[in-house]
């Protein structure tokens, strides 16, 4: 079993003035072998709002919130 861990956030804004905080999330895989039980591997990230909802990446500035489909930039 791995671990998920937080590895960074910020806001993002849409085109009516609705702010969300996205944090982005990095799934670390286990890959524990006999010289060195303890190794892991980076797997997939995902991100989401800080009220849970589902963010999809469009590009580097440009976010999806799938539930509501309201497309959100990041500010600043």
Do not use: C, W
């Not at 991100?47 to 909802?53: A, Q, R």
């Amino acid at each position: 079993m791995g671990r998920i861990q937080e590895i960074g956030r910020f806001v993002a804004q849409s085109d009516s003035g609705q702010e969300y905080t996205i944090v982005q999330y990095q799934e670390f895989i286990d890959a524990g072998a006999r010289d060195d039980p303890n190794a892991e591997v980076p797997g997939l990230k995902s991100m989401k709002t800080t009220t849970g909802l589902h963010v999809n990446y469009i590009d580097s500035d440009t976010f999806k919130i799938v539930p509501t489909g309201e497309v959100v930039r990041r500010v600043g």
